[in-house]
């Protein structure tokens, strides 16, 4: 008898671990020059201004924030003097000055954290923050919405309502975000359409709805069709002959079979390295908006439910 109700009361203790180590977990989210921010607690005690991630493949955190909070709590080692970090798109490099590999407590739970430090200050889009945080690292399902000002930290993806709609992704090591393989159409008012398949990294530090990339010739091509919606006043915007900035400014564009109207793509070349010249472009920021989001990175599933009227679900 003793043996069966020690056995019972393991069960009940692993049953009850799992749910409380699997519990949700809601936090505030702002989106601020089109980049999603958030405030998190580390170590129950201290406040820290996040950038969120999904196109950066390591935690960093700024010099002064560190030196200041985490030293007491964490092991930091000088970096080798090699040791940069270049921003997804950039030939800019910024200098590591220290290296953490610890772990650490981040909104109530202990989560191991592997970190460079950089001072911030140069890096006019991180500037204003404690720390640049990939997604990924929180690991499970990770909830974004982004209407509401808020996000859920290992949400339950088992009965989604099936207002949800499913896409498969990929992982993409480098940067520790998602891609989806999918087609991109835009539509003039005429309803003429012109499109381009491929590879959208889904990109929450990217500010814009989408950007497509012009360093590959089939993103070109497609911008050249499409020459009809590119913007042409230049009193507000001014093309760029060196990066070949444009513009293109649709009746409406669809994704998969999601059609969203009264947004913008933007059309560039990107610094050139592995990572940009598998993408054909990226989803952003603008388009989640009107959306909740759900980032599965266990199963590598994306989930989007429209909460706004400009989005429009084709069967």
């Keep these: 008898m003793n043996k069966r109700v020690l056995f019972l009361l393991s069960t009940f203790l692993i ?50 924030f560190a030196i200041k909070n985490l030293q007491a709590l964490v092991q930091m080692e000088k970096a080798s003097e090699d040791t940069y970090i270049a921003l997804w798109g950039s030939k800019n490099k910024f200098k590591v000055s220290y290296v ?19 001072d911030l200050s140069t890096i006019k889009g991180w500037r204003d923050y404690d720390i640049i945080y990939p997604l990924r690292d929180l690991s499970g399902a990770v909830e974004i919405n982004i209407k509401d000002n808020y996000m859920m930290v290992d949400k339950a993806v088992d009965n989604l309502s099936s207002d949800f709609i499913e896409f498969d992704a990929k992982a ?4 520790k975000g998602l891609y989806i393989s999918t087609s991109l159409q835009v539509y003039d008012t005429l309803n003429t359409k012109e499109e381009l398949k491929g590879n959208f990294l889904l990109d929450l530090g990217a500010a814009n709805a989408m950007f497509v990339n012009r360093n590959l010739p089939k993103v070109e091509e497609f911008v050249n069709k499409s020459d ?15 990066t070949k900035l444009a513009i293109l400014m649709p009746n ?20 050139k390295s592995k990572t940009s010249s598998q993408y054909v472009g990226m989803i952003g920021n603008k388009f989640f908006a009107n959306f909740i989001v759900i980032f599965d990175f ?18």
């Design 15 to 64: 049953i009850f671990w799992t749910s409380l180590s699997a519990q949700e977990v809601k936090l505030p989210l702002k989106l601020k020059s089109g980049h999603l921010n958030s405030v998190w607690q580390i170590n129950d005690s201290i406040d820290a201004k996040v950038f969120l991630e999904t196109g950066f493949p390591k935690i960093v955190v700024n010099e002064s």
């Design 100 to 118: 953490i590999n610890d772990s650490l407590l981040v909104n109530g739970k202990k989560k191991r954290f592997d970190a460079f430090v950089v």
């Design 172 to 175: 993409d090591d480098r940067t």
């Design 228 to 242: 009809r919606i590119i913007l042409k006043d230049t009193t507000k915007f001014r093309p760029n002959p060196r």
């Design 252 to 271: 409406k564009i669809q994704v998969g079979n999601l059609i969203l109207k009264k947004n913008f793509i933007v059309a560039m070349k990107m610094f």
């Design 298 to 315: 266990n199963s590598n599933k994306v989930y989007m439910k429209p909460n706004s009227d400009i989005v429009e679900v084709v069967e």
